[in-house]
């Protein structure tokens, strides 16, 4: 704030100059107010954070698809298959592209199923590219369909636990599950022929002669 004062030659009478001292004072007060109050004093404003994006919240609880009905097969040896519905519930589309289950079994995949031309009948052989779920959409996995499979299992899975796997999603987010484990006579798939599963050969779901008995699996 400029004040402009025209003085006489001279000096000027001892009032005169009390009063232009006060009116200097008070502008230089109102100057130094109305420079805070537009830098923005932290002190005086709210901070207001923007709202998490559906994206960003649903990747900090940990859930990309809401899993229903999810179970797995019993089994001794050799391999089971995991079967439920996985639905989307957010408003983009995910790709489940890999499975983990560590602690059961060396090699997890996902599994659809395919018809032979020659024979007519339908076989089960490795997705390439994963499950992609449209926002809204529910994926089912379900026996003598499209399922999660894990083979060479590294202990027996008893009906009347629980068994624990991860998905793994193409945008790098993972989500963990667990399914209980019931008895299931049926599920007996047939792979086509000269299938091969993570270059560990061909599978068979019944057990094999080498098969030796395993430990249960720990509930984890």
Request: a negative charge; hydrophobic letters at 35%; glycine letters at 10%.
């Amino acid at each position: 704030m400029n004040l402009m004062i025209e003085r006489a030659s001279g000096p000027l009478p001892r009032p005169v100059r009390r009063g232009v001292t006060s009116l200097l004072a008070v502008g230089l007060a109102a100057t130094a107010l109305t420079g805070c109050s537009s830098s923005g004093n932290p002190a005086n404003e709210t901070t207001q954070a923007p709202a998490a994006s559906s994206a960003e919240a649903t990747a900090a609880t940990g859930q990309v698809v809401e899993l229903g009905d999810g179970w797995a097969k019993a089994a001794d040896s050799n391999m089971t298959s995991v079967f439920g519905s996985l639905k989307n519930t957010g408003d983009q589309a995910v790709t489940l592209e890999s499975i983990a289950a560590a602690d059961t079994a060396d090699v997890a995949e996902l599994h659809e199923t395919v018809m032979n031309d020659q024979t007519g009948a339908t076989e089960m052989k490795r997705v390439e590219g994963g499950f992609e779920i449209g926002p809204g959409e529910t994926k089912t996995l379900e026996p003598g369909g499209d399922h999660i499979m894990l083979m060479e299992l590294t202990c027996a899975v008893q009906s009347g636990t629980d068994l624990t796997l991860d998905l793994g999603f193409s945008d790098g987010r993972t989500q963990e599950i667990t399914v209980p484990v019931r008895d299931y006579a049926g599920a007996q798939e047939h792979y086509a022929p000269g299938e091969e599963h993570s270059g560990h050969g061909e599978h068979s779901e019944m057990p094999s002669a080498q098969s030796s008995a395993l430990p249960e699996c720990h509930e984890h």
